[in-house]
């Protein structure tokens, strides 16, 4: 179960929508257990396929809540959302960051509540409920599927700060890819940040 290269932003998988998966073959299985590996390693909250190259639409997650270990994968997703962004009530959003954008991260509202369906590995249906950081990251790994940064997301302002930050250390240019446990942790590339990124 070899951990795999995470793809910076840049590359093609990154930014068009996934294809579906018609079959859950031996393939698609070692997929998703390289996924859950390299995800732990690097160590994240969700990692979805585009992110290792490989525009299929299937991500994994793994959140400790303090209480609870919310943990899974996913096949061909579906999310709907509700509630209201944080933003227009309270101000200033938690801040995201993203595996295929390491070390930066960036405020970003999000809906409070999540439910994604889907089917896992054995066919059977998918129907988690999510509120909070679970509600982000599901969040996060659908847009992955689809073709979509949480960067593509950010107001004019932050985007073009987070840019400038990403153009200085070299993401998409110098560093087109990085391998967690080969190439560091996450936090490497940014010491001082915690890593709860997907
Ligand atoms: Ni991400």
Redesign the pocket.
Known sequence: MPVLPIVVSGHPALHQPAHAIKESTPDVRQLVSDMTETMHEAPGV???AP?VGVSLQVFVWYFDDGEHQHQGHVINPRLSVSGWPRHLLWGEPDEEG????PGLRSPLARYPRARLTGTDLEGKRVDVLAEGWLARIFQ??YD?VRGI??VDRLNNRRRRRLWAEAHTAGLGTTLTSWTPGVDGEEGDFAPGHDSA??
């Open positions: 969700g990692l979805a992110q993203c595996l295929s954008v996060h790994e992955h940064l949480y990124d997907a």
